[in-house]
């Protein structure tokens, strides 16, 4: 590629970041974390997941006012030896679900967390209205330190917000650079073929 089509991609691709929208904002209302919950020679480790909403919003850190009900929500783990569990947990309200308990010698991957969230629209302590992009949620809990889950690793449960306004037939400066980009490269190839035949 000559110098010109390759300076012009550099700058293209230099500045679409920053015609890009910045990212979707998100709205913690939980989180999932591993722990030990007696340490020692017969200890037990717990799954444990919280919803911060409602009464048990920690503003500013979870802000949703509203309480929210995580419905049909299930944990699938993953063993050390590859294994796969599921977990039905059934709805969970705001507060705290403990139960999922292990003998300390079981040893994970990772964890899978999914729920539906009863309402896509909710209040923030700032007194703002939220529009979740979907009522789905999921969430993954990787081990913080090496390749097994130990306590203390947590996943914060985050609703990412929908994208305002919605997507419209006009194309977005970004694609008019690329498309811009593209013709102006291939008129700089066609212009060095005419002059080298």
Request: no cysteine; net charge negative; hydrophobic share 50%.
């Amino acid at each position: 590629m000559g110098k010109w089509i390759r300076a012009s991609l550099a700058i293209a691709i230099a500045i679409i970041p920053w015609l890009d929208p910045s990212p979707a904002a998100a709205a913690p209302i939980g989180l999932v974390s591993f722990d030990s919950l007696i340490p020692g020679p017969d200890g037990v480790n717990a799954f444990n997941i919280g919803n911060f909403t409602g009464p048990f919003s920690l503003e500013p850190d979870f802000p949703v006012t509203d309480s929210l009900t995580l419905l049909n929500a299930t944990l699938t783990t993953i063993a050390e030896d590859g294994s796969t569990t599921s977990f039905d947990l059934g709805d969970i309200g705001p507060g705290f679900l403990d139960g999922l308990q292990f003998a300390d010698t079981a040893t994970f991957l990772s964890a899978t967390f999914t729920a539906t969230l009863s309402s896509v629209s909710f209040q923030l302590a700032d007194g703002s209205t939220f529009l979740a992009a979907s009522n789905l949620v999921s969430v993954n809990l990787l081990p913080g330190v090496g390749t097994l889950l130990s306590a203390g690793d947590f996943v914060v449960i985050d609703v990412l917000e929908a994208t305002t306004p919605p997507p419209s037939a006009v194309p977005e400066p970004s694609t008019l650079l690329l498309v811009g980009s593209g013709v102006l490269a291939g008129m700089g190839v066609r212009r060095r073929a005419v002059v080298k035949v």
